[in-house]
């Protein structure tokens, strides 16, 4: 009777669990190894410089307009960007549109590498009441296997015209270290399913892998 129980009890029991283990296994089949990315192309200017900014207007992306890809991906990034440099609470975001830029400049949009008009700076600051402004140029965007991102961004001080902070990066999918640290991204914040444990979505998403590298970037500001 006992060996009948142990029969009908246990061994399905001990099957259960092997058979779980064995799909816990096979889910983390492709662990993220390796080292992470790390940003080279930033500067931050010496000092409490980022105590004395409440709100940084965020002028509306510049690209090559002629670049069709380039243009399709600042669409997809921009409202991205603004979200991740929310996220960090060091002053307040405002944007401008591209239709009241071309009122006050003639132009939707400025790079920072742009000879601006000599009064911009005054106007934008008239306009929005900010401490600063932050130029944003999608550089490189290749929207497939494997993708690219690049961001080229300047914040200046609307009071002293002194650039704050700039950061001119590329982020290719087809590095390890890019890659590695996409995964990583994905599976700390974005949470994918836990019982398929897989990371590598990131590397074929624009909108996620444009998460990454806009929250990379937010990530380099000086601590407030």
Same mark, same amino acid.
């Given at each position: 009777m *006992?060996k009948r129980?142990f029969?009908?009890?246990f061994?399905?029991?001990?099957?259960?669990f092997?058979?779980?283990?064995h799909?816990m296994?096979?889910?983390?089949?492709?662990p993220?190894?390796g080292?992470d990315f790390?940003?080279?192309n930033?500067?931050?200017e010496p000092?409490p410089?980022?105590m004395?900014l409440?709100r940084v207007t965020?002028?509306?992306?510049?690209?090559?307009?002629?670049?069709?890809v380039?243009?399709?991906?600042?669409?997809?990034l921009?409202p991205i960007? /603004?979200?991740?440099?929310?996220?960090?609470r060091?002053f307040?975001?405002?944007?401008?549109?591209?239709?009241?830029?071309?009122?006050?400049?003639?132009? +939707?949009?400025?790079s920072?590498?742009?000879?601006?008009?000599?009064?911009?700076?005054?106007?934008?600051?008239?306009?929005t009441?900010s401490?600063?402004?932050?130029?944003?140029?999608?550089? *490189?965007?290749r +929207?497939?296997?494997?993708?690219v991102?690049?961001?080229? /961004?300047?914040?200046?001080? /609307?009071?002293?015209?002194?650039?704050?902070?700039?950061?001119d990066?590329?982020?290719?999918a087809g590095?390890r270290t890019v890659?590695s640290?996409?995964?990583r991204?994905q599976?700390?914040? *974005?949470?994918?399913? +836990?019982?398929?444990?897989?990371?590598?979505?990131?590397l074929s998403s624009?909108?996620?892998?444009?998460q990454y590298?806009a929250h990379a970037i937010?990530?380099?500001?000086?601590?407030?």
């Amino acid at each position: 009777m *006992q060996k009948r129980w142990f029969i009908y009890f246990f061994i399905p029991l001990c099957l259960v669990f092997c058979g779980g283990c064995h799909h816990m296994r096979e889910s983390l089949t492709d662990p993220v190894t390796g080292p992470d990315f790390v940003l080279k192309n930033v500067y931050s200017e010496p000092g409490p410089w980022i105590m004395t900014l409440h709100r940084v207007t965020v002028l509306p992306m510049a690209c090559d307009e002629a670049d069709t890809v380039k243009v399709t991906g600042k669409t997809t990034l921009e409202p991205i960007l /603004l979200m991740e440099l929310s996220k960090m609470r060091h002053f307040e975001c405002v944007t401008i549109s591209e239709e009241t830029m071309k009122k006050l400049s003639n132009r +939707p949009n400025w790079s920072s590498t742009d000879r601006l008009p000599r009064d911009l700076m005054e106007l934008v600051a008239k306009e929005t009441g900010s401490d600063a402004v932050l130029f944003v140029e999608l550089t *490189q965007y290749r +929207p497939y296997a494997p993708m690219v991102i690049g961001w080229n /961004l300047k914040l200046v001080d /609307l009071r002293t015209q002194k650039m704050l902070w700039a950061v001119d990066e590329t982020f290719d999918a087809g590095e390890r270290t890019v890659a590695s640290s996409a995964r990583r991204f994905q599976m700390e914040r *974005q949470q994918p399913n +836990p019982v398929l444990a897989e990371s590598r979505q990131i590397l074929s998403s624009p909108r996620l892998f444009g998460q990454y590298t806009a929250h990379a970037i937010a990530e380099t500001l000086p601590p407030k």
